[in-house]
């Protein structure tokens, strides 16, 4: 009989130390979801997508890119993306050295800008490049190179 009752006991404890480990399991996880939803709803308000109009104090949002390797270390933005010129701004989701260029029409060679690194919001900016702006649309068609493979975000 006792030793029924210790392994009652026993498989009891089993049982509830089982229950305990789920129900953390099941707290952590609701935690989790909790935190995710204000966190992703805040990012959502952070930024504009889309400004009326450049120059308005604010960064407006232009393009956005999978950067695509072209060799070792080598990454490049495929389409170019369109500024007022004023100032540009890259986000990216790594650590990177980028490298801005501006893209003319085909016979001419793209003009370097210069090469900014990211911050620790992992964004780099270039200021003070109107000069770049030409042609009939009046505005600089950027692209850049990065030495790692990252998503990024242009603004103007």
């Known amino acids: 009989m006792r030793n029924l009752q210790q392994f009652s006991a026993r498989r009891l404890v089993d049982v509830l130390s089982l229950r305990r480990g789920t129900w953390?399991?099941?707290?952590?996880?609701?935690l989790v979801l909790v935190f995710m939803i204000p966190l992703s709803a805040a990012n959502a308000v952070g930024e504009s997508q889309v400004s009326p109009k450049a120059g308005d104090g604010v960064w407006n949002w232009i393009g956005e890119?999978?950067?695509?390797?072209?060799?070792?270390?080598?990454y490049v933005s495929a389409p170019t993306v369109n500024s007022t010129g004023g100032d540009f701004r890259v986000c990216s989701t790594v650590h990177d050295y980028y490298t801005l260029y501006e893209a003319d029409s085909v016979p001419n060679a793209p003009d370097l800008v210069w090469t900014e690194r990211t911050g620790s919001n992992k964004c780099a900016v270039w200021r003070g490049i109107g000069g770049f702006v030409d042609g009939d649309n009046r505005k600089a068609e950027f692209y850049i190179i990065g030495s790692k493979s990252a998503y990024v975000w242009f603004y103007d």
């Open 24 to 30: 953390t399991r099941i707290y952590l996880l609701l």
């Open 65 to 74: 890119d999978q950067l695509t390797r072209l060799g070792p270390n080598y």
